[in-house]
Structures are given as C-alpha cells and as structure tokens.
T-cell receptor, first 115, second 116 residues
Framework: DVKVTQSSRYLVKRTGEKVFLECVQDMDHENMFWYRQDPGLGLRLIYFSYDVKMKEKGDIPEGYSVSREKKERFSLILESASTNQTSMYLC??????????????FGDGTRLSIL | AQSVTQPDIHITVSEGASLELRCNYSYGATPYLFWYVQSPGQGLQLLLKYFSGDTLVQGIKGFEAEFKRSQSSFNLRKPSVHWSDAAEYFCAVGAGDSNSGYALNFGKGTSLLVTP
C-alpha cells in the first residue's frame, strides 16, 4: 500500500512565523500535491509538482511556496503565516501517467492553527 | 476546464437503507472520475475510479458507481448502509492531460449521517 506521511497532525503557530509542512511518500510517485480543506469549500489545490525541483501553481498559491529537493519529499511553506491560513492541509501523491489521471493517495492531514 | 458538482451538502439515511450520492461533472471529453471517502480527522481514501469501459464500477466497502455520459453523472451507491459509512464523500474529475498537470478537481463534498 502507498504510504503518504505528513509530519504533524496538529500544529499551532503565530502570525508572521514561517511555517513548514512536510510530506513524504514511499512509492516512488512522480506527482505530489498540496491541498487545503475548509468547510463548505472542499479541497482546493495550492501547488503540485511532477518532478524533482519542478513546481506548478494550483488554484490558490498566494501566500504559499513549495520545495521538492527529493522525489519522495514535498514541503509546503507559509512564508509569513496569517490567520486566514488556519485550515486542514492535505498532501497527496500519484504516479505520472502516460495517458490518464492516476488516483491520488492522501496523507492524514495537518490541522494548522495560526494565532 | 473540468468541474464537479455535488448537489447535496448533507444526507441522512437509516442504517440498512440504500444510499445514492450524486455527482455531476462538466467536461467535453471522456473524463476520469473518482470517489473518495474521508472519515473524521483522516485523509481521503479512494473508493473507486472510472477511466473507460464498463460504466458500472465496483469499489471497496461495498460501494459502486455508474457513469452516465448522457446525464454527465457519476453517482455513488450502496445497497445497505452501515453506521461506519458515516463520513464525508468527495467526487473528483481529471482531464487526463499534461496541460492540467494531471491534477484532479474535487467537488465540495457530501456529508453522510447514518441514524440507527
């Protein structure tokens, strides 16, 4: 089974702090994704990456950046945390398909609170 | 761009009753469709997927879904619901091309409550 591990289940930070959310997958997947999940809004894509050192903006990249130095690890960075970034953050990974979408495999999420 | 609509925000069913969760998609070509389930405090787990072929797809935990091109729908069904099925359910669609980065678009979810 694919294992996607997010380093923290719960995190509390202060406004203005630089925050790092870490995600590691163990199945040699090329694609990795970061989403945030808010009540009534579903999942919204922040950034994704289809290769090491490659990144693409999703639907809501403002206030975030990402880093993918190794294939198995994809980090989400809040450069200067703000209260409106309080949310559940979900990491996912998938194979890079030749011709179709592959299922995404999710971690358990990090519930981040910015005070 | 492809999109997904889940018309029902909340659904309540009695244990043992049948279940149908609705999903409508918007996409010009044949989409790639998925259903995920999220238990409280957990990540998303894949229930089933449709890429092509047989329009009735079987998944885990006794779930199935039917792709209907004429209705642009991919509804999730279960004949008899168990209390452990109470969760949030997400439908997702992918365009299956490199322009979209192979990303999926998710619906806003349907919250299922199961009563005794």
């Amino acid at each position: 089974d694919v294992k996607v591990t997010q380093s923290s289940r719960y995190l509390v930070k202060r406004t203005g702090e630089k925050v790092f959310l870490e995600c590691v997958q163990d199945m040699d997947h090329e694609n990795m994704f970061w989403y945030r999940q808010d009540p009534g809004l579903g999942l919204r894509l922040i950034y994704f990456s289809y290769d090491v050192k490659m990144k693409e903006k999703g639907d809501i990249p403002e206030g975030y950046s990402v880093s993918r130095e190794k294939k198995e690890r994809f980090s989400l960075i809040l450069e200067s945390a703000s209260t409106n970034q309080t949310s559940m953050y979900l990491c996912a990974s998938s194979l890079l398909p030749a011709y179709s979408n592959q299922p995404q495999h999710f971690g358990d999420g990090t519930r981040l609170s910015i005070l | 761009a492809q999109s997904v609509t889940q018309p029902d925000i909340h659904i309540t069913v009695s244990e043992g009753a049948s279940l149908e969760l609705r999903c409508n998609y918007s996409y010009g070509a044949t989409p790639y469709l998925f259903w995920y389930v999220q238990s409280p405090g957990q990540g998303l787990q894949l229930l089933l997927k449709y890429f092509s072929g047989d329009t009735l797809v079987q998944g885990i935990k006794g779930f199935e879904a039917e792709f209907k091109r004429s209705q642009s729908s991919f509804n999730l069904r279960k004949p008899s619901v168990h209390w452990s099925d109470a969760a949030e359910y997400f439908c997702a669609v992918g365009a299956g091309d490199s322009n979209s980065g192979y990303a999926l678009n998710f619906g806003k979810g349907t919250s299922l409550l199961v009563t005794p």
